[in-house]
């Protein structure tokens, strides 16, 4: 006789967990914007857990290096330089471009991907839905970089993630038109890709990072 099959339960992630989830979405989507000092005791009412586990998470968003601690006063969250914007567009730059180039011979296996991508921005855009809008924004750059098939610089791409979101967040939500134009930028690549011309399409892909570097500059 069978038995029927018990699903597995999934544990549910401790104090600590949840404590730094809160705290890096909301560094994250600008809900705790860069400047802003906090206290254990704000994050843990608004966190719903302890101050022992929101110590723990601080730490660990201290070694990510978005929170500075200054004992007994309370978290820090670290603003971005104009440095970091720096250094994170010339890699991404970097990335793109190689993983663009790279994918060119291929580009019709990535064609319908970044189309749904596009399709995505554009319906989370109509309903303004900012958060969803940086999802599939990011989506559609990482369709690119993955399909270049080379795993560390993949690795290298999702690891500048956090910065990417925070900044984009930023560039969304503060820069008025921003969405719009970088709509029509990725529907440039799109035609681009469809095109013969490999040169397009690597202008159009590095004229959106330049155009989106430019943006953050400006909210600074």
């Known amino acids: 006789m069978t038995h029927p099959t018990v699903p597995s339960r999934v544990a549910a992630p401790s104090a600590a967990e949840r404590a730094y989830r809160h705290l890096k979405r909301s560094i994250l989507e600008q809900v705790y914007p860069g400047g802003l000092l906090i206290s254990e005791g704000e994050i843990a ?8 586990p ?10 990510e290096g978005l929170v500075a601690l200054y004992p007994k006063r309370g978290a820090l969250i670290r603003p971005v330089s104009a440095r970091e914007i720096t250094d994170v567009i010339e890699a991404r730059r970097l990335v793109e471009l190689h993983a663009a180039e790279r994918v060119w011979p291929r580009r019709a296996e990535i064609r ?3 189309a749904r991508r596009l399709d995505e921005m554009r319906a989370a855009h109509a309903a303004g839905d900012v958060t969803a809008l940086m999802a599939a924004d990011r989506a559609f750059h990482a369709t690119v970089v993955e399909a270049a098939g080379n795993e560390i610089l993949a690795e290298l791409y999702h690891r500048l993630r956090d910065r990417q979101l925070r900044m984009g967040e930023a560039s969304f939500r503060l820069s008025p038109g921003w969405a719009e134009v970088a709509l029509t930028e ?8 469809d095109g013969d011309d490999p040169a ?5 892909v590095g004229a959106h990072i330049d155009n989106a570097a430019t943006v953050l500059r400006t909210l600074r």
């Open 186 to 193: 990725h529907a440039g690549q799109l035609a681009a890709l």
């Open 112 to 114: 319908a991907d970044l």
């Open 45 to 52: 009412e608004a966190a719903g857990v302890s101050r022992t």
């Open 54 to 63: 929101v110590r723990e998470a601080l730490l660990r968003l201290e070694a």
């Open 200 to 204: 397009a399409w690597l202008d159009a």
